[in-house]
């Protein structure tokens, strides 16, 4: 959990200096992300890289790594159906687009405030960016609890990127891959199914 710590820890640094205002002066300030997340990439693409075991992995799952995505999909809408029905502020098909974001709360939120509103928008926003931050800070009990997939699929989209050093952390380099093709495969599936439950 110490690495779950620090992680939070620096979320907390970050926001409070964001609200402070002290980096709004700063050259390509809103960029410093973008490019913090493009040097992390590269930095576990050479973990990875330089690790002959990735082609094994894939080789020995096949076909096989995309039945992640589709348990992640089905675990996720099982799993809102009925709180959407608990909670009655929302319908199914509201609570399933949220869902469909699968953590990548910028995109999914930019569609719904798109076809639907404003506020189910903010919704999807919150919701993917709680689901981006819960494995990064309890992905070393997801491991204990639901074995070595389990923050990988609570990642969802996220596991291609942000939370993939976590996954690589905690789960083992072999589960790199793996976490990177299901995110590939979410986050292409994200606008489709997003955009498929608002329209029917």
């Not at 110490?2 to 002290?22: C, E, M, Q």
Request: a positive charge.
């Amino acid at each position: 959990m110490k690495n779950s710590l620090i992680i939070l820890l620096f979320f907390a640094a970050g926001t409070i200096t964001g609200i402070s205002g002290r980096v709004s002066h700063l050259p390509a300030g809103g960029d410093a992300s973008k490019y913090a997340l493009y040097l992390l990439m590269l930095l576990v693409g050479i973990s990875i890289g330089a690790d002959s075991r990735w082609l094994r992995v894939i080789r020995a799952q096949g076909s096989r790594l995309l039945l992640l995505p589709l348990a992640t999909i089905l675990g996720t809408f099982s799993g809102i159906l009925p709180a959407a029905l608990l909670m009655g502020s929302i319908s199914p098909a509201e609570g399933l687009a949220v869902g469909a974001g699968f953590g990548y709360y910028s995109l999914s939120s930019i569609i719904i405030t798109g076809i639907h509103s404003e506020a189910l928008g903010v919704t999807a926003l919150l919701a993917n960016m709680i689901r981006e931050i819960t494995p990064l800070l309890l992905a070393p009990l997801m491991v204990l609890w639901f074995g070595k997939f389990g923050p990988v699929s609570a990642a969802g989209a996220t596991s291609m990127d942000t939370t993939l050093p976590i996954i690589t952390a905690v789960s083992g380099k072999d589960y790199a891959i793996i976490a990177l093709i299901h995110g590939i495969v979410l986050t292409i599936l994200v606008p489709v199914l997003v955009t498929f439950i608002l329209s029917v």
